[in-house]
């Protein structure tokens, strides 16, 4: 298969249009981890909340590089590479956890501190005078990458690059709006799992973005009318094209609408109920009637709001045709029991078992498998036109087209 990764061979100067080599190439792929996750962006690595005092600390990556997000003794948030400047081993080994002032490599004891400045050196001076680091060798000079650290709503997100504007420039004033709407006020983790799946990372991202898709995949969506295409909402695309938001508004006139059954659509089943129907009591807690609302942050982000259950998603590649998805589900501080116990039954709907998102586990898979000897030929991306723009309406693809838009972009295609 003749797999090519430069800008002559995207098919045509259109974001409706994508070569599949992009989901396959090793050195499209490398590209990707340098110019996207590790160049002007700024990439979700924690909750404020996963790390609320000293030395608190998570681990996490950007793209493939580890990374320690910590707390530091004056509250700073602190962002540095999960490598150990000695030889290159992780610093920390657990997904998270608490230090009183250091971190110590497990391979050879040289210790950091929670700014990640290397500031001990096991038999620093060696032994009796023997051996040990050269008289001149300077600590200050050996340390992990550092990167920038911007906290927003109580999200945490960090960047390697000193272009990258500030987050609220970064998002716009729309995106930045709907993130606001959720995240109003001090939140608590529920819970939290990594989910393996056999796709390239951008597979996943789209499928994100695609509106078009989720009430035709996912029979739960449709019967139970969680989000129907008859249904009121739209899709939020930023000016840049890498963020969105789509949302969804319960409409009365969707309950007479024969749309779905006019053109033998499965997602119209009259059999499938629900033993326990107080999965879906729902209350309205943001002010407006959205009862579905997926936003997205270039190049990985996703927050996540149906009905009232909550969560923050994160994109992971791992290879040309692999990627981790990290989801942590989340309530808020003041939450009563009862809202807590009803968040807790509608985390089932979301996940690798989810009565509604078990099968955009398995669709990345059916792409990258269907597609594996179609390097040269390319996807249709037409659904509401082949532009970028906002839309009163999720029968289109616009936010999907808008992630090509900032892909090709920042990558020079």
Known sequence: MDIRHNESVWPEDSVARVPYWVYQDPANYTRELGRLFEGPTWNYVCLEADIPNKGDYRT?????????????????????????????????????????????????AWSYDLCGNLRGIAFERGINGVGGMPKDFKRETFSPRKLRTTTLCGLVFATLS??????????????????????????????????????????????????????????????????????????????????????TIDKADDRQSTAYRDQGIRTENKDYTLADPSLLDTVKEFGDDIQLQILSVFPGFILQQIHNCLAVRQVVPRGTDRMDLKWTYFGFADDPPEMTKRRLKQQNLVGPAGFVSMEDGCVGGFVQRGIASAGEQVSVIEMGGDTTESQATRATEASVRGFWKAYRERMGY
């Open 60 to 108: 996490n990556f950007v793209g493939a590089l580890p990374v320690i997000v910590v707390r530091d003794a004056d509250g700073t948030i602190n962002c540095f590479e999960n490598r150990c400047a000695h030889r290159g081993a992780l610093i920390a080994l657990d997904d998270g956890g608490n230090v009183e002032n250091n971190f110590k490599c497990i391979y050879h």
């Open 162 to 247: 000193d272009e990258t504007p500030p987050i609220e420039e970064y998002l716009g004033d729309e995106i930045l709006g709907r993130i606001k709407r959720v995240l109003n006020r001090p939140i608590k983790v529920m819970g939290r799992f990594t989910q393996a799946l056999p796709n390239n990372w951008k597979l996943y991202v789209e499928n994100v973005k695609d509106t078009y898709h989720a009430s035709l995949l996912h029979l739960f969506f449709g019967t139970f009318r969680i989000t129907r295409l008859t249904q009121g909402g739209g899709v939020l695309v930023s000016p840049d094209g890498g963020h969105h938001a789509s949302y």
